[in-house]
Nanobody, 121 residues
């Protein structure tokens, strides 16, 4: 069974840093583009950043310079380095994986359970 396991969330003061990680577990042959989304209280889920198998990354414009997405294909893991965190970075951060190939059926999309990031003084 394929699972996306996120970690690294928590409580941090404004200006602080956190690194989130998301690993794909289970019997998989390949994973396509992976991404981080976030959902702030009362708002819709939004794309934060995504990264292809080849390492091509796309980051939400307003987060450039503060957030960095990276990927370790050998570990089927992506990371989100978040620096200079602001109050409105608070939310639940979700990991997403596209085109996950397990050898049982067509490629499928998976979501993690989410990890809470709270920026507060």
């Amino acid at each position: 069974q394929v699972r996306l396991v996120e970690s690294g969330g928590g409580l941090v003061q404004p200006g602080g840093s956190l690194t989130l990680s998301c690993s794909v577990s289970g019997k998989i042959f390949s994973v396509g583009t992976m991404a981080w989304y976030r959902q702030a209280p009362g708002k819709e889920r939004e794309l934060v950043a995504d990264i292809s198998k080849n390492g091509r990354d796309v980051l939400k414009d307003s987060l450039k310079g503060r957030f960095t997405i990276s990927r370790d294909n050998a570990k089927n893991t992506i990371y989100l380095q978040m620096n200079s965190l602001k109050l409105d970075d608070t939310g639940v951060y979700y990991c997403n994986a596209l085109q996950v190939l397990t050898g049982e059926g067509p490629p499928f999309e998976y979501w993690g359970q989410g990890t809470q990031v709270t920026v507060s003084s």
